[in-house]
Nanobody
Framework: QVQLVESGGGLVQAGGSLRLSCAAS????????MGWYRQAPGKQRDLVAT???????VYADSVKGRFTISRDNSKNTAYLQMNSLKPEDTAVYYC????????????WGQGTQVTVSS
């Protein structure tokens, strides 16, 4: 149905930066919300940041001021710029797209590993 291609994960030192990308393709209708979630081993999957079609954003308190979410509606692509990374940011990051407002579905990416060394 819908393919989410994520890229940009990897290993980075504390204080460094990383930029994640998520491109939606396939049977994509209009997307209301795109977002990033993360899950560390033994932990639940938590919201990192979301952005609506009109540009309204929500951030987890732990990343506010350090991470920035953005999107290109023409490309159905979301980005997550991560600055001042901390070891506690280490997790698998998942992209999510939500088209339910427009009669579509909600989809998850496969996840990309982000590891921040100390």
């Amino acid at each position: 149905q819908v393919q989410l291609v994520e890229s940009g994960g990897g290993l980075v030192q504390a204080g460094g930066s990383l930029r994640l990308s998520c491109a939606a393709s396939g049977s994509v209708v209009s997307i209301n919300t795109m977002g990033w979630y993360r899950q560390a081993p033994g932990k639940q999957r938590d919201l990192v940041a979301t952005i609506t079609r009109l540009g309204s954003t929500v951030y987890a308190d732990s990343v506010k001021g350090r991470f920035t979410i953005s999107r290109d509606n023409s490309k159905n692509t979301a980005y997550l710029q991560m600055n001042s990374l901390k070891p506690e940011d280490t997790a698998v990051y998942y992209c999510n797209v939500d088209s339910r407002l427009y009669g579509g579905g909600a989809y998850w990416g496969q996840g990309t590993q982000v590891t921040v060394s100390s």
